[in-house]
């Protein structure tokens, strides 16, 4: 103490995110998505592809609920799509999202069975290579690839899991 004062000296804190505080839905510029074919899924008509919403940024962010899909074509025009909810009425959780962490979801489909009103001979809708995601809850949109490309019959219908932590497999 210096004259009944006291003199403090500068301290370094370190940040801590208090427990049970909410971590910032991750904005689409902090994200990589792709929908990728899941090995051993194929069957009955259907097959299921994973779709991987990747954190690609420096600071951890969040998702949550179902993502939104529009399938696209090799120059990035919008194909047929319809996306439902594979388990309607399941609450969604937060999926916190570390730099290089990643969300899934499970999308199925039928790549060559015609719903109705498509044609029955040749192939039942266009091919999509590209799959553009509205990643909730924010619903920033981010283009990835679709690998490998295919169509999807019943005029795009896609159903859809909720974002989750972890990766569909057959």
């Not at 009955?44 to 939104?68: F, K, P, Q």
């Not at 319809?82 to 790549?111: C, E, M, Q, Y």
């Not at 266009?126 to 924010?138: D, E, H, N």
Request: hydrophobic fraction near 40%.
């Amino acid at each position: 103490m210096i004259g009944g004062a006291a003199i403090l000296a500068p301290m370094a804190v370190a940040a801590t995110t208090p427990a049970g505080a909410a971590v910032p839905s991750c904005r689409g510029t902090q994200l990589a998505v792709s929908f990728a074919v899941v090995p051993g899924s194929a069957g009955a008509g259907n097959v299921s592809y994973a779709l991987r919403v990747r954190n690609v940024s420096a600071m951890t962010c969040s998702v949550s609920g179902l993502a939104g899909l529009q399938l696209l074509g090799r120059a990035g025009r919008r194909n047929p799509t319809h996306v439902t909810d594979a388990n309607p009425g399941v609450t969604a959780v937060i999926v916190t999202l570390k730099p290089g962490v990643s969300a899934w979801a499970d999308g199925r489909f039928s790549p060559d069975v015609p719903g109705l009103g498509e044609t029955s001979t040749g192939q039942c809708e266009p091919t999509s290579y590209k799959v553009s995601v509205a990643v909730p809850p924010r619903d920033d949109k981010v283009v990835g690839s679709i690998r490998p490309p295919t169509p999807v019959c019943e005029h795009g219908s896609v159903n859809l899991s909720l974002l989750g932590s972890k990766r569909p497999s057959f």
